[in-house]
């Protein structure tokens, strides 16, 4: 399994930006998809994003056009811009690296997103 620390979180106003960073302590080879996932008070965690070895995506119906996933092989590092942040986006991201060939996840500890006024 990797180890994985996300950071970039913060408070932002309404229509504001950020981008979180997710390092990965090793090698996220063709074997991880990565992705973002968040959870609000009160709900279940919910995918936002994730992106295969060769950047292919997917997006949650409610950040598309928005938010954009992307990473850096090289670098062992998943980010995700976040553009025309909502009240709704705010939660507590977490990164996710799923092992195809074992069918196991690893996940970060979270960091937290504010979109408020």
């Known amino acids: 399994q990797v180890q994985l620390v996300e950071s970039g979180g913060g408070l932002v106003q309404p229509g504001g930006s950020l981008r979180l960073s997710c390092a990965a302590s090793?090698?996220?080879?063709?074997?991880?998809?990565m992705g973002w996932y968040r959870q609000a008070p009160g709900k279940q965690r919910e995918l936002v994003a994730i992106?295969?070895?060769?950047?292919?995506?997917n997006y949650a119906d409610s950040v598309k056009g928005r938010f954009t996933i992307s990473r850096d092989n090289a670098k062992n590092t998943v980010y995700l811009q976040m553009n025309s942040l909502k009240h709704e986006d705010t939660a507590v991201y977490y990164c996710?690296?799923?092992?195809?060939?074992?069918?196991?996840?690893?996940w970060g500890k979270g960091t937290l997103v504010t979109v408020s006024s």
């Open positions: 992106v295969t070895y060769e950047s292919v995506t």
């Open positions: 090793g090698s996220i080879s063709s074997r991880y998809v």
């Open positions: 996710n690296a799923k092992d195809q060939w074992r069918g196991m996840d690893s």
